[in-house]
């Protein structure tokens, strides 16, 4: 069994240049594949909602959905560092935020990632007073695809590259240990992540970041109706199981 991997162990990742390889898991198998794979940190992330629960977008999946999934994820006893999502609405207010915060970690979290910067600062503060390590999420929120209509690309304007500068520093300085950089563009993503002392997890955000975070199911093509466009699957999975499931059928004669 590989040692395990703590918020220490990602920090220093950056501090040596190593990258950070980081994928989405929600059961117990998941889990275990991937921490049999190597994989340093996992995410019960909300993207659950999509592409296991059949939700159009992540503001439907309840507090009640990431701690089933984290409970499942949680038994593998992975090596690898794992987190989950707090949920669209779960921590509006601070008292919201770590009462969620505490029943992630219950579920079998080691820490805890929520979506936004400056304006969620009380709540980061809260949560890691409480002592649970917590991973920030900036760029194109998932939580926020309503309101902005679609999922676009941040950092293009020089308004929107300042802000997100601004709130990666002010995140790392409340002491968030790492960021999620989703759909931001590559330049900006590398100042961010030349400009902070914690790692960054890119999505969608190029190559420079300190890490990359894919959804599984997106890099196994485990959903095939939907692939984002900066992934390139590694296996296709759904062909595989159609497949499985044509050739059992026609040895029974069905
Ligand atoms: O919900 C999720 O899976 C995520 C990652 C892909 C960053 O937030």
């Not at 701690?67 to 008292?95: C, M, N, Q, V």
């Amino acid at each position: 069994m590989n040692p395990k991997i703590t918020v220490e162990t990602i920090r220093s990742m950056k501090s040596r240049g190593e990258k950070i390889a980081a994928l989405t898991a929600y059961d117990f198998p998941m889990a275990k594949l991937l921490d049999e794979a190597g994989v340093p940190l996992m995410l019960v992330g909300d993207s659950v909602g999509m592409v296991v629960l059949g939700y159009p977008d992540t503001t439907h999946v309840t507090m009640a959905e990431i701690e089933y999934h984290t409970r499942a994820a949680s038994r593998a006893k992975p090596s690898a560092l794992l987190g989950a999502d707090l949920p669209f609405k779960s921590y509006e207010t601070i008292s919201d935020a770590v009462a969620n915060a505490k029943r992630l970690i219950a579920a079998g979290a080691e820490f805890v990632k929520a979506e936004g910067g400056r304006e969620i600062l009380p709540q980061v503060k809260a949560i890691a007073a409480a002592g649970i390590p917590f991973m920030g999420h900036l760029g194109m929120l998932p939580q926020h695809v309503l309101e902005e209509g679609g999922y676009k690309i941040k950092g293009k304007q020089e308004a929107e590259h300042q802000r997100l500068l601004e709130d990666a520093r002010a995140l790392a300085d409340v002491g968030a240990f790492a960021i999620v950089l989703e759909l931001v563009t590559p330049p900006v993503a590398k100042e961010i992540s030349q400009g902070i002392s914690i790692p960054t997890i890119g999505i969608g955000s190029g190559l420079d970041c300190d890490g990359q975070i894919l959804v599984t199911h997106d890099l196994i093509g485990a959903f095939p109706w939907f692939t984002p466009r900066f992934v390139k699957p590694r296996v296709n999975c759904a062909a595989e199981i159609k497949s499985a499931v044509t050739s059992w059928k026609n040895e029974m004669g069905a």
